[in-house]
């Protein structure tokens, strides 16, 4: 990808399960964001996290960022069927570009 | 929030040919990306779409390939030329405005 690497690429759980995922990217950043993806369908934005921040909780979603190792991880607790998607990593840069580049993704299968 | 589109949904093309998507933003925003999505991947920045002037391509990426407009603040189109079965991808776009960002539905394409 252009910015990094999520891992793992695919996970697969049960529902009721917690699900880690994870994301590093190369450069300096002003924030980074999850998005999700289903099946050939459009992106969902998740949240949203800045780079003076460490961690970030929106209902069943905690994001934590560590700018020194440059990673993420987007953690689901209790997950449902409906969370099966591909989840991406995107991060805006440090400069005024407001380019926002994605990470590989994450095809998350949560078996009911 | 503003109402991004983009047309076509989706076409099948014949390789050789070429094909122009429209993205249209209901309101002014500063700027506005072009992503490819081939199957199964994640997303990847084609070029920042310039207001006035030439747009800004990333790695990869090349005017003659990929020539872009941004005639104003709310509309940009891409073409992708002289089409082959590679270039079989969902085409997206990306508004950004003062504060908030958008992403369109995607066009996808089909190149035979």
């Known amino acids: 990808s252009q910015q990094g690497e999520e891992d793992p690429q695919a996970l697969s759980i049960q529902e009721g399960e917690n699900a880690t995922m994870n994301c590093s990217y190369k450069t300096s950043i002003n924030n980074l964001q999850w998005y999700r993806q289903n099946s050939g369908r459009g992106l969902v934005h998740l949240i949203l996290i800045r780079s003076n921040e460490r961690e970030k909780h929106s209902g069943r979603l905690r994001v934590t960022l560590d700018t020194s190792k440059k990673s993420s991880s987007l953690l689901i607790t209790a997950s449902r069927a409906a969370d099966t998607a591909s989840y991406f990593c995107?991060?805006?840069?440090?400069?005024?570009?407001?380019?926002?580049?994605f990470g590989s993704g994450t095809r998350l299968l949560v078996r009911p | 929030s503003a109402v991004i589109s983009q047309k076509p949904s989706r076409d099948i093309c014949q390789r050789g040919t070429s094909l122009t998507i429209q993205c249209q933003v209901d309101s002014q925003v500063t700027m506005m990306f072009w992503y490819r999505q081939q199957p199964g991947q994640s997303l990847t920045l084609i070029a920042t779409?310039?207001?006035?002037?030439?747009?800004?391509?990333e790695s990869g990426f090349v005017i003659d390939k990929f020539p872009i407009s941004r005639p104003n603040l709310t509309f940009s189109t891409l073409t992708v030329s002289n089409m082959s079965p590679e270039d079989s991808s969902i085409y997206l776009c990306?508004?950004?405005?003062?504060?908030?960002?958008?992403f369109g539905p995607g066009t996808r394409l089909t190149v035979t």
């Open positions: 995107a991060t805006v840069s440090m400069d005024s570009s407001y380019k926002l580049i």
């Open positions: 990306r508004a950004r405005g003062q504060m908030e960002q958008y």
């Open positions: 779409a310039n207001q006035g002037s030439e747009a800004t391509y």
